[in-house]
């Protein structure tokens, strides 16, 4: 296989009591270096002198269904990584640039009859305050990109978020060759508040934490999706192998070199500017 066994238990272990899962995909491949569904399952039950109805019972009756790979086949909200795929519909529309700019607050009211709110609010932060496209990104801004959704819908561009996702590889299958879930992706959204939730990534998106690593890969190596492998070689060992991994394309993503560098420069700011919402994790990192 493709797994690096060393990375896969250390990152199994980091999981700890957590339910969740992790996927770490080789970026300009697609080879698959480590993928955890937590909880875990020991499959040595399931032979030998560990097999008793107990243990099995254990693993096929826990409610948290550890045999459940949620990786692949588990697929949820995608929440902010989606703000990504908004980013790119708002720049390949024309109707924002990078450098377009809105007043973040921490509660947005564009919206009749609706008040929404960022994410500073719960957290009892102060508003973000004027914001260009990028930096909205930056700071993860749940209004900039109702904004967005309100922003296209209005302007006519009514299927432009779903049709960039699918672009991006959403609401189908990878093609990898374990068992995985395509997920949901409204192509036609119903009404503009759908539209508007669905920029945040909330409203009925559902994806797999695969397919997040496979679209964000496809970014960081220039705009090329792979399918997805944890199958390195096949054959008899000492003997030539009957298969040996390549690098399989499926597509490159809708969006121009420009575009795809502003979004690219906009996730590094996530880490490396001061108010990036992951700076606090990687500010001590070379």
Not at 13 to 29: K, L, P, Y
Not at 55 to 60: D, G, L
Not at 160 to 180: C, M, R, S
Not at 244 to 266: H, R, V, Y
Request: hydrophobic share 35%; net charge negative; glycine share 10%.
């Amino acid at each position: 296989t493709t797994i690096n066994s060393r990375l896969q238990y250390w990152l199994q272990q980091s999981m700890g009591d957590q339910v969740g899962a992790i996927v770490v995909m080789e970026r300009d491949t697609g080879k698959i270096i480590a993928m955890v569904s937590s909880p875990g399952y020991d499959p040595n039950v399931f032979i030998g002198p560990s097999y008793t109805a107990y243990s099995i019972a254990e693993i096929t009756q826990n409610p948290l269904n550890p045999m459940y790979n949620r990786a692949s086949q588990g697929v949820y909200p995608p929440g902010s990584v989606f703000k990504i795929i908004s980013m790119a519909a708002a720049l390949e529309t024309g109707v924002f640039t990078k450098d377009y700019p809105y007043f973040c607050d921490s509660l947005w009211y564009e919206l009749d009859g609706m008040v929404l709110k960022d994410w500073t609010y719960d957290k009892g932060e102060g508003a973000s305050g004027l914001l260009t496209l990028q930096q909205g990104l930056m700071r993860s801004c749940n209004p900039w990109f109702y904004h967005i959704g309100f922003t296209l819908w209005n302007n006519g561009y009514r299927t432009a978020l779903p049709d960039y996702a699918a672009g991006f590889g959403l609401g189908k299958k990878t093609g990898i060759e374990i068992p995985e879930f395509e997920g949901n992706l409204n192509m036609t959204p119903d009404n503009i508040i759908d539209y508007v939730q669905m920029a945040i990534g909330q409203s009925t998106l559902q994806i797999s934490p695969l397919q997040v690593a496979n679209f964000v890969a496809a970014i960081g190596n220039g705009g090329t999706l792979h399918q997805p492998s944890v199958i390195e070689r096949i054959g008899l060992s000492g003997n030539k192998p009957i298969y040996e991994f390549a690098p399989k394309e499926t597509g490159k993503l809708p969006i121009s070199p420009e575009n795809l560098q502003a979004i690219q420069e906009a996730m590094r700011m996530v880490i490396w500017n001061p108010s990036g919402t992951a700076n606090f994790q990687f500010k001590n990192y070379p």
